[in-house]
C-alpha cells in the first residue's frame, strides 16, 4: 500500500516551497524506491476563502488517515484584524492530532558560515535541537480580550511537560547527551513545576547530563555561545521565540524545517518560518526549509535513513556551489535552486 502524505500547502509563499518539497520528495522517492500518493488539502487562509475555516472538517479527516503530513506555512495580512484567522487552523491541528513534540534542529552549513551575522569561529561545533512543548501553555489557555484590559492564562499539567521533556532526553541519548531545561522559575509558577518535572525525569537518564537556563540568559547564550547547546527543551511560547532566535545562527529562517511527534498517529513536519507575505508570489522564496522538513518525515515517519541523507547532502552540496536564493544575499530562484538539489540527488552514489 502506498503511504499516504497530506500536503497542506496553505498561504504566502506556502504554495512555491511546497511545491519544491514534492518535487524533491518525488525525485528521492524514485531513487528509493518510496510508494507515496499525495493528497493536497486547503488550510489556512487559503480555506478560509474557500470554506470560511482556516482547518475545513475535510482537512483535517485526511490528515488524522494520513500517514504523514506536510504543512508549508500560513497567514497573511488581510486577515490580521478578522475574527477567524489562519493561525487558528494551525493551532486547531496540532492540538487535533496531539502534536505535543516540536522537534526544531539548528544545524549549521559550512559554506555558510559567512552568511551568518555571527563570526564564523561562534559558529563552529553549533548543532543544536530544540525540542517545543507544542499543544498546551500560554497558547491554548484562556485569552480575554476587553476594553480596558486583557489576559492569557498559562496552565501546565505535570504530564504535559513529562512527556516532552522525556522526548528530549530520548533525543539526547542519541546525540551529545545534554539537556538544557529552559523555564523563568524565578518568577512563573508553571516554570516552577517544570523545573522539577524535569529534574524527576532526568533521575530516569542518568548517562544523560540535565542542566537548567533561565530563558532570559538562554537566549542570550544562544548568541554568545551556541556550540554549548545540544538539546533545549522548553515550553511552547519561549521555544516559538527561541527557535526563530536561533534559526539567524544559519543565517536565514529559510533553512530550519521541524518535526511534530504525538504519542500516536501521523506526524507533521513543517518549516518554522511562516508565509513570508514580504516576498510571496516573486519565486524568490528559499525553499531549503521544506525541502529538509521533507527529509525529516522520510527519515522519521517512514524510517527512511538513506533518503534523508541523499536530500541533505543535495541540499549541501548545492549550498557548497555558492547558489543561493535572495535571503542569503544570492540570486537563485526558488525554481533553480530546486532544480540544482533534485540534480544532485539525481547524482548522488548513496
Ligand atoms: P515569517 O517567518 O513569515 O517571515 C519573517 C522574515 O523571514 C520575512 O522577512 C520573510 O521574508 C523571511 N523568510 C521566512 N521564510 C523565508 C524563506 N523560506 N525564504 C526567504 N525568506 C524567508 O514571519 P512573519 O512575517 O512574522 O509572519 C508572516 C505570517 O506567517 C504571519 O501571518 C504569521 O502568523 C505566519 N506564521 C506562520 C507560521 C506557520 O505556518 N507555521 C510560522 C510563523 C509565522
Ligand atoms: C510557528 C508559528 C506559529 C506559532 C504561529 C503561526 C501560530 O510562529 O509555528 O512557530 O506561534 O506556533
Ligand atoms: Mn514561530
Same mark, same amino acid.
Given at each position: 500500500?502506498?503511504?499516504?502524505?497530506?500536503?497542506?500547502?496553505? /498561504?504566502? !509563499?506556502?504554495?512555491?516551497?511546497? @511545491? %519544491?518539497?514534492?518535487?524533491?520528495? +518525488?525525485? $528521492?522517492?524514485?531513487?528509493? *524506491?518510496?510508494?507515496?500518493?499525495?493528497?493536497?488539502?486547503?488550510?489556512?487562509?487559503?480555506?478560509?476563502?474557500?470554506?470560511?475555516?482556516?482547518?475545513?472538517?475535510?482537512?483535517?479527516?485526511?490528515?488524522?488517515?494520513? /500517514?504523514? !503530513?506536510?504543512?508549508?506555512?500560513? @497567514? %497573511?495580512?488581510?486577515?490580521?484584524? +478578522?475574527? $477567524?484567522?489562519?493561525?487558528? *487552523?494551525?493551532?486547531?491541528?496540532?492540538?487535533?492530532?496531539?502534536?505535543?513534540?516540536?522537534?526544531?534542529?539548528?544545524?549549521?552549513?559550512?559554506?555558510?558560515?559567512?552568511?551568518?551575522?555571527?563570526?564564523?569561529?561562534?559558529?563552529?561545533?553549533?548543532?543544536?535541537?530544540?525540542?517545543?512543548?507544542?499543544?498546551?501553555?500560554?497558547?491554548?489557555?484562556?485569552?480575554?480580550?476587553?476594553?480596558?484590559?486583557?489576559?492569557?492564562?498559562?496552565?501546565?499539567?505535570?504530564?504535559?511537560?513529562?512527556?516532552?521533556?522525556?522526548?528530549?532526553?530520548?533525543?539526547?541519548?542519541?546525540?551529545?547527551?545534554?539537556?538544557?531545561?529552559?523555564?523563568?522559575?524565578?518568577?512563573?509558577?508553571?516554570?516552577?513545576?517544570?523545573?522539577?518535572?524535569?529534574?524527576?525525569?532526568?533521575?530516569?537518564?542518568?548517562?544523560?547530563?540535565?542542566?537548567?537556563?533561565?530563558?532570559?540568559?538562554?537566549?542570550?547564550?544562544?548568541?554568545?555561545?551556541?556550540?554549548?547547546?545540544?538539546?533545549?527543551?522548553?515550553?511552547?511560547?519561549?521555544?516559538?521565540?527561541?527557535?526563530?532566535?536561533?534559526?539567524?545562527?544559519?543565517?536565514?529562517?529559510?533553512?530550519?524545517?521541524?518535526?511534530?511527534?504525538?504519542?500516536?498517529?501521523?506526524?507533521?513536519?513543517?518549516?518554522?518560518?511562516?508565509?513570508?507575505?514580504?516576498?510571496?508570489?516573486?519565486?524568490?522564496?528559499?525553499?531549503?526549509?521544506?525541502?529538509?522538513?521533507?527529509?525529516?518525515?522520510?527519515?522519521?515517519?517512514?524510517?527512511?535513513?538513506?533518503?534523508?541523507?541523499?536530500?541533505?547532502?543535495?541540499?549541501?552540496?548545492?549550498?557548497?556551489?555558492?547558489?543561493?536564493?535572495?535571503?542569503?544575499?544570492?540570486?537563485?530562484?526558488?525554481?533553480?535552486?530546486?532544480?540544482?538539489?533534485?540534480?544532485?540527488?539525481?547524482?548522488?552514489?548513496?
Amino acid at each position: 500500500m502506498p503511504k499516504k502524505i497530506v500536503a497542506l500547502a496553505g /498561504d504566502g !509563499i506556502g504554495p512555491e516551497i511546497m @511545491g %519544491a518539497g514534492l518535487e524533491v520528495l +518525488a525525485t $528521492v522517492a524514485k531513487k528509493v *524506491g518510496f510508494d507515496y500518493v499525495v493528497e493536497e488539502h486547503a488550510f489556512g487562509g487559503a480555506a478560509i476563502d474557500q470554506v470560511g475555516h482556516p482547518l475545513p472538517d475535510q482537512t483535517l479527516v485526511a490528515c488524522r488517515t494520513a /500517514d504523514a !503530513i506536510l504543512l508549508a506555512a500560513i @497567514g %497573511a495580512p488581510q486577515y490580521d484584524n +478578522a475574527a $477567524v484567522r489562519p493561525e487558528q *487552523g494551525l493551532l486547531q491541528l496540532r492540538k487535533e492530532l496531539g502534536l505535543f513534540a516540536n522537534i526544531r534542529p539548528v544545524k549549521i552549513f559550512d559554506s555558510l558560515k559567512d552568511y551568518s551575522p555571527l563570526k564564523a569561529e561562534r559558529l563552529d561545533g553549533v548543532d543544536l535541537v530544540m525540542v517545543r512543548e507544542l499543544t498546551g501553555g500560554i497558547y491554548f489557555g484562556e485569552h480575554i480580550l476587553e476594553t480596558d484590559q486583557a489576559s492569557d492564562s498559562n496552565t501546565y499539567q505535570v504530564e504535559e511537560i513529562e512527556r516532552v521533556v522525556r522526548s528530549a532526553f530520548d533525543l539526547a541519548q542519541k546525540r551529545r547527551k545534554k539537556v538544557t531545561s529552559i523555564d523563568k522559575q524565578n518568577v512563573l509558577a508553571t516554570s516552577k513545576l517544570w523545573r522539577k518535572v524535569a529534574e524527576e525525569v532526568g533521575k530516569d537518564y542518568p548517562d544523560v547530563t540535565l542542566e537548567h537556563q533561565l530563558v532570559d540568559s538562554a537566549a542570550m547564550l544562544l548568541i554568545t555561545n551556541p556550540s554549548r547547546f545540544d538539546v533545549l527543551v522548553t515550553e511552547n511560547l519561549f521555544g516559538d521565540i527561541l527557535s526563530d532566535e536561533a534559526s539567524v545562527l544559519t543565517g536565514t529562517l529559510g533553512v530550519l524545517p521541524s518535526a511534530s511527534h504525538a504519542v500516536a498517529g501521523p506526524s507533521l513536519y513543517e518549516p518554522i518560518h511562516g508565509s513570508a507575505p514580504d516576498i510571496a508570489g516573486q519565486g524568490i522564496a528559499n525553499p531549503v526549509s521544506m525541502i529538509l522538513s521533507v527529509a525529516m518525515m522520510l527519515e522519521e515517519s517512514f524510517d527512511l535513513q538513506v533518503a534523508g541523507k541523499i536530500i541533505r547532502q543535495a541540499v549541501e552540496q548545492t549550498f557548497d556551489k555558492g547558489i543561493l536564493t535572495k535571503d542569503l544575499g544570492g540570486s537563485a530562484m526558488t525554481s533553480q535552486m530546486t532544480a540544482h538539489i533534485i540534480e544532485e540527488i539525481e547524482r548522488s552514489s548513496l
